[in-house]
């Protein structure tokens, strides 16, 4: 399993359950646009995760209770869900 962490507003550890695989046209630090504008060309619109999220997050609260972790729906259409 692979988690990435992206850069978003303060608050809790936020899971992504799910990411658009739609075209990607806003510049990152570099002026560039990633190499593909799709995630996956062939895919649908909406990739979802068959990590179960419930379960990872209580184990996340068990091992680490200071840690505020919740499952987000929306990961924003820049970088981090294109990742």
Known sequence: MCVHCGVGRPGALRIERRARNVEYTRLDNSDA???????????????RTLVKLPELVERLHRRLPDVDVEVSEEAGLFLCEFS
């Open 33 to 47: 646009t990633p190499p593909t504008k799709r995630v996956k060309n062939d895919g649908a619109d909406i990739l």
